[in-house]
């Protein structure tokens, strides 16, 4: 196997799918990179078994095709450290040693055998299939990945899930106390259908997405699916189970409208926030008119911080707590210059809603429990 590439072009791509190689591998292969060569095509893969990334890149220079697993770590620490030149790959797929050389000298590595490197799994005859643009499903993920939980018992809430309707598909994500819902009535399947993705592969796709201005290909059955787009390739294996009806949660008559600048009221909450109980986070909105007043304390510490924010309702004065992580959380996630607060009273879920949208095919809302005031 001998090959010549860009050592920059190959660390893009290398550290673009190391973030798959977990810590802890079950297999010690797994620690490595598959490299494949064929018909001038260099694929990578990293794995940890759950999920599998493949990249790709064209090489002009190939004198023979093969296969190889080398060490993720020394291949990208190596690579770091070198400027844009050619390197030349040459691996005894007998001994399976790597030898890279390069202008002023070269370097081994102890490779494996590929076939020890464990074949990602295919999707049954019955697969679904959608094409979303990736601005679109990166647009989805930024909105709703935060909101996933870390529920060892419910291990349903870890992911997002995609439901997929031929009205609309949405993605959505909660912790049970708070809730990030996106949907798109512009992407549609011919059937209905849906799954949860778990939070490491959707975090990988979120860092890949950004570079993307394409479709992406999204094939899925009962326990995998496979995301596709340009020099990617990602594989996953889905989170078993019913995720909870998460519309019946979703408020339908909220009397107390309050729209406000998100920008000055996120800033405000961070600023209160700092002198909240710091095991309960506690903030106070107290809306009157067109202000609110935002407030905090923290009595084992004898601080606290009251500031008032410009708004406009028209509604009965109402005071409800929230926990101010997760609603700072929510206004920086959202893309709006103001939002609408819809309240129904103290003790039910308030809804958080951008009040402008780039696209009319898009609706986006967050949905947080309140806390108990107390006296």
Do not use: W
């Not at 950004?210 to 995301?227: G, P, Q, R």
């Not at 996953?236 to 019946?248: D, F, K, M, Q, T």
């Not at 101010?324 to 609408?340: G, Q």
């Amino acid at each position: 196997m001998k090959f010549i590439v860009s050592s920059t072009d190959l660390l893009s791509h290398l550290q673009s799918i190391s973030r798959v190689i977990s810590n802890k591998n079950t297999m010690q292969i797994l620690d490595n990179f598959l490299f494949r060569m064929a018909d001038h095509v260099l694929t990578i893969t990293a794995s940890d078994l759950e999920t599998t990334m493949e990249t790709s890149l064209h090489v002009d220079n190939v004198e023979q095709d093969g296969a190889v697993a080398i060490p993720a770590k020394l291949m990208l620490d190596t690579l770091k450290e070198f400027p844009e030149q050619p390197l030349s790959f040459t691996v005894d797929t007998s001994k399976y040693t790597v030898e890279i050389s390069y202008a002023s000298g070269k370097f081994q590595l102890p490779g494996a055998s590929a076939d020890d490197y464990p074949a990602k799994p295919a999707l049954g005859v019955k697969a679904g299939q959608i094409e979303m643009p990736a601005d679109v499903l990166l647009e989805g993920l930024n909105r709703t990945l935060f909101a996933t939980a870390d529920d060892e018992l419910r291990p349903v809430m870890n992911g997002i899930y995609f439901d997929l309707q031929t009205t609309g598909s949405t993605l959505v994500a909660s912790d049970s106390h708070k809730l990030m819902y996106y949907k798109r009535t512009d992407i549609a399947p011919e059937n209905a259908s849906s799954f949860i993705l778990p939070k490491k592969p959707a975090g990988l796709l979120k860092n890949s997405l950004a570079k993307v201005n394409d479709t992406v290909s999204l094939a899925f059955d009962e326990k995998n699916a496979v995301f596709t787009f340009p020099g990617y390739t990602l594989t996953c294996r889905l989170v078993e189970g019913n995720y909870p009806a998460y519309r019946s949660v979703i408020p339908a008559n909220n009397d107390n409208k309050i729209l406000v600048d998100r920008v000055e009221f996120l800033n405000v909450v961070r600023r209160v926030s700092v002198c909240s109980n710091q095991a309960s986070n506690l903030i106070k909105l107290k809306v009157s008119g067109n202000t609110m007043v935002i407030s905090a304390q923290d009595l084992d510490f004898s601080v606290s911080a009251h500031e008032r924010v410009n708004c406009t309702y028209g509604g009965d004065e109402i005071e409800i707590g929230f926990k101010s992580t997760f609603l700072s959380e929510i206004l920086a996630n959202l893309p709006s210059t103001n939002v609408s607060l819809e309240l129904s009273d103290p003790s039910r879920a308030g809804l958080v809603l951008p009040v402008e949208k780039d696209d009319e095919h898009e609706e986006t809302l967050a949905l947080l429990m309140p806390m108990t005031i107390g006296v």
